[in-house]
């Protein structure tokens, strides 16, 4: 399709604020249904492979070693990492809808595969391709619901979507107690169904997917005009119905000025990241690096801090996996809506520095011995209500405050950052827990409450209110 203007133009619109002005509508819910669907699908690989890594083991499986099985889930991490850089690209550069089902295909095919894998070498392919498809997903997905959700709601849409990463979770908990249950399946075949999950969660998502409208936004920006003023027109007539008296008069909706940017390169990612936003920059890291390392250091050390300090048997873990994954949740969930009426800039650094307080108490509770296994649970729900919230609200960050033509790259370069500096975080706190010193994990725990109290810091100072206001004005 060739562009109806070139490349350098600027059009007068308003289209972005004819999709920041429509009704929340069942198109809507379709929408974010069928695209959100990556957090859920994100989170339930995560737990998969926690619950499955002792099965791994056994020689009726695939015969793993402890330090193999950390490398596998270290090649799911580097797929994710190259995944969201490469599809970023590709997500800019040739459409939201077109890589939204390349990437969700490829997820797809790689975790189903990697329950028939024969070997080790096929299993590490098949979990980096896997990585990679979820890795390109955030960026496409992320990109394509802020440019489709109205203005007023986005922050609450955004976080619950980004808070469903622990339906996930809770899902691939479930799922291994039942397939890893001897009386129902033998366990060299429960595990290979464990990875059947995903795919089959992710094909039922599949034929809403493939009825989403590209993104009028990003056909502006490449010049579609004709295109993207026909995809508003039947996105409104989805929620309105039919032109006709019904429809709201549009005569208020401001007009904007978009620019035919076309696809731009790494120089242009650069140059608006280091030159034209370095404050946002700044605020997009701090707050990637300080959720990052909080949620690897305590996700992945805590079956280990469950077993070592508090006698909790490794077939039980998944018990208490699941209100933490259900506070994971609520929080965003019941939190988000405050993100639009409070505003950013009151609710960033809120939770960001309360996560850190209750997390400093609560290891101070845990060295003072008032912890159970029960009562440590209940209060990293507490934490992580209000955690979740924080984290979900760095994804919205680095969603919205960056321009149209390279949301997909920018979202990419923040996520790889956030995923590369998380991954040591489970082995620090790994190596912690084998020396069983509480002071030593009070110590771990100490750093991550400084850093989500410094990120707190930087979101008061730098941050944006970009509650009910447009992508366009956000860039403007």
Do not use: C
């Not at 859920?40 to 193999?68: H, K, V």
């Not at 070997?119 to 979990?127: A, K, P, Q, S, T």
Request: glycine share 10%; hydrophobic share 50%.
């Amino acid at each position: 399709m060739k562009p109806d203007i070139p490349r350098g133009s600027w059009i007068s619109t308003d289209i972005p604020g004819r999709l920041d002005a429509l009704e929340w509508s069942p198109w809507h819910r379709r929408m974010v249904l069928a695209l959100g669907i990556t957090w859920i699908l994100d989170g339930l690989e995560a737990s998969l492979i926690a619950n499955i890594a002792p099965t791994l083991l056994r020689p009726d499986t695939l015969a793993l070693s402890a330090t193999q099985v950390g490398f596998a889930n270290t090649v799911y991490l580097v797929g994710q990492v190259i995944g969201a850089l490469v599809f970023g690209h590709l997500t800019d550069r040739l459409g939201r809808k077109r890589l939204f089902l390349i990437t969700l295909a490829l997820y797809l095919g790689a975790t189903a595969l990697s329950g028939l894998a024969p070997g080790y070498e096929v299993f590490l392919w098949l979990r980096f391709l896997a990585g990679s498809g979820i890795g390109g997903e955030y960026s496409a997905i992320n990109s394509a619901i802020d440019e489709l959700v109205p203005a007023r709601v986005r922050g609450a849409i955004d976080l619950a979507i980004n808070g469903s990463y622990w339906v996930g979770v809770a899902l691939g908990a479930v799922a291994t107690l039942i397939v890893l249950d001897t009386r129902i399946f033998p366990i060299a075949i429960g595990w290979r169904m464990a990875f059947g999950f995903g795919a089959l969660l992710g094909i039922v998502i599949v034929p809403v997917r493939r009825h989403l409208p590209e993104s009028p936004r990003w056909l502006l920006t490449h010049g579609y005009v004709q295109a993207a003023s026909e995809t508003t027109e039947r996105i409104e007539a989805q929620v309105y119905g039919p032109p006709g008296p019904a429809r709201p008069d549009r005569s208020w909706i401001p007009v904007v000025r978009v620019k035919v940017t076309g696809t731009v390169g790494v120089g242009h990612l650069v140059h608006t990241l280091i030159r034209r936003y370095p404050e946002r920059t700044v605020l997009g890291l701090s707050l990637m690096l300080a959720q990052a390392f909080l949620y690897n250091s305590i996700f992945f050390s805590y079956a280990l801090i469950l077993e070592k300090f508090h006698g909790v048997a490794a077939g039980s873990v998944g018990l208490y996996i699941l209100p933490f994954a259900v506070g994971n949740f609520l929080g965003p969930l019941l939190l988000g809506p405050l993100f639009d009426q409070w505003g950013r800039r009151v609710m960033i650094p809120l939770t960001y520095a309360l996560s850190g307080i209750l997390l400093l108490a609560t290891g101070g509770l845990f060295i003072a011995g008032l912890l159970t296994a029960l009562t440590q649970t209940l209060a990293w729900m507490l934490v992580f209500f209000v955690a979740s919230a924080a984290a979900s609200s760095a994804y919205l960050t680095v969603s919205e405050l960056f321009p149209v033509e390279l949301r997909g790259m920018a979202i990419a370069v923040f996520y790889a950052f956030g995923t590369l500096v998380g991954a040591g975080a489970p082995t620090l706190f790994g190596a912690i827990v084998d020396t069983g010193d509480p002071y030593r994990l009070l110590a771990g725990y100490g750093l991550a409450s400084v850093l989500m109290l410094a990120a707190a810091v930087v979101a008061r100072l730098l941050g944006v209110d970009a509650e009910r206001r447009s992508l366009e004005e956000l860039t403007s």
